[in-house]
């Protein structure tokens, strides 16, 4: 077998690799559905990337609650590093220990039984949508299909999942939506109890909301969701895509009540950025997934897996995630200071737990956020008006401050 030419491998080095280059060749072949800004990211270690152009930047949005552990984390490499060398993929017509391993990890922490690995946020979710069905319908109740979601909720961006969000800008072009979703406010127990029907089968509900503006449930609304789940006869199931992974200082999100949902979905951190999602449910519920009724050809690859394997091990090492909520806690301290030291009403809110923290501010946050880009700090939007900070939990506090007077200085010369 012929070997390929280091071209072949980097065609980048023998073409124009400029920023401008690159930029003008992504506007000619990418679908342009994302609103990128006109540089491109080379390099990353731990709370720091790097461009094309050299120039560096304070990675506090991670890939979204990605990065958990931090660009290029050691131990991460050195696990896919290792599996890249043994085998890539099977599918799941075979085991493989990687997923095997991950599967005892991920139910033994979060106190659930089974596992299902797919490649997302948004297939984690629809396995969900997916499992209430066959459940309903194996209990003899094909009647109750519909699921309870929250306004301003968001759940991914397939056409069940995007129903099921709780925000009509996603869903406007896709019309008709399918049937079976019912929003209420946020919050809101009343409101559900009074939603539920005799159609009703589960609530889906995230512990923040993190696309909706880093909003926070008031205490004990999950556990008032557990109470009605069991009164009724429904599943709760707990949307931890972005909670989950440690985020909050907790394993998950739901734990902050003492809940344990009927089903959970994982992703983002669980790979460090490498794409896998996990579906996580009760014995109970998961005996209705039989062989060929659900099913995913790169879920749980063994290299994805290899890596999520070694994030959680770091994940569990006692004392991991007390350092999680105490620089979670610092940051909205300082971010709380910070508002009180800006002009009346230029931080309307800050909110968050552990290290997801939303500041809300008195305008629209795109071009803060592009401001804050040339002062090298990167962060996103979480809604119109609330930039969202989503740091690695190895970020140290030194680089929380830097963060936080980069952003004082942006919002202090508006």
Known sequence: MTALSQSELSPSASSDSSTDALVQKAKRHLLQNYKQPPFVLARGQGARVWDTDGREYLDLIGGIATCALGHCHPDVVAAAKAQLDSLWHVSNAFYSQPQIDLAAQLTEWSGLSRAFFCNSGAEANEALLKLTRKVMKDRGTPERFEVISFDSSFHGRTLATVTATGQAKY??????????????????????????????????????????????????????????????????LVDEVQTGMGRTGKPFGFMHEGIVPDGISVAKALGNGLPIGAMLCKEALGASLTPGTHGSTFGGNPVAAAAANAVVRILRRPGFLDEVQEKGAYLLARARELQGRLPAGRIQAVRGQGLLVGVELDREVAPVIAQLRGEGLLVNAAGDRTLRFAPPFIVTVRELDEGLSILERVLAAI
């Open 171 to 236: 869903q406007k072009g896709f019309e008709p939506l399918p049937a079976g979703f019912t929003h209420v406010p946020y919050g809101d127990l009343e409101a559900v109890r009074k939603a539920v029907g005799p159609a009703t089968a589960a609530i889906l509900v995230e512990p923040i909301q993190g696309e909706g503006g880093v909003r926070m449930a008031p205490q004990g609304f999950l556990a008032g969701l557990r109470a009605l789940c069991d009164e009724h006869g429904l599943l709760l």
